[in-house]
């Protein structure tokens, strides 16, 4: 697959994901709805702010990247940092609608992704 295949893909799967979140907000009566309902808004949210956040970022560190890194570099960084920033949003947004996100917890959970991410960043994949 070449890059403009990968970014013609996931253009049109996460134009389909925030369809179908659209879809569910419309369509689930939160109020009635069994877990099969949270558990459509959540993972369609999900993965419609990881394709965006995985163009958005992709574009940018091609575009005002500072090093000249071959292309599939440039999407293994912006997949996995969208992947970690869509699910810190994703978290918050699930513990807001159970009225646990308060300054205490919504500071471990960034503490908890930035030493994740740092970790992430730190450790070096040896090739085999």
Known sequence: MNLRQY?????????????SWFFV??????????????????????LSILGTLS??????YRFFGAKD???????QISFRQS???SLFMILA????????LNMVTGSLLLIMFVLIISFNI???HKAN
């Open 7 to 19: 970014i013609a893909t996931m253009l049109f799967a996460t134009i389909l994901c925030w369809v």
């Open 55 to 60: 163009i958005i970022f992709f574009f940018f």
């Open 69 to 75: 890194l071959p292309l599939f570099r440039y999407v």
């Open 83 to 85: 992947l970690f920033l």
């Open 93 to 100: 947004l699930f513990l807001q609608g159970q009225n646990y």
């Open 25 to 46: 907000i419309l369509n689930v009566d939160p109020a009635s709805s069994p877990l099969s309902g949270f558990l459509f808004f959540y993972g369609s949210l999900f």
């Open 122 to 124: 730190s450790v070096k």
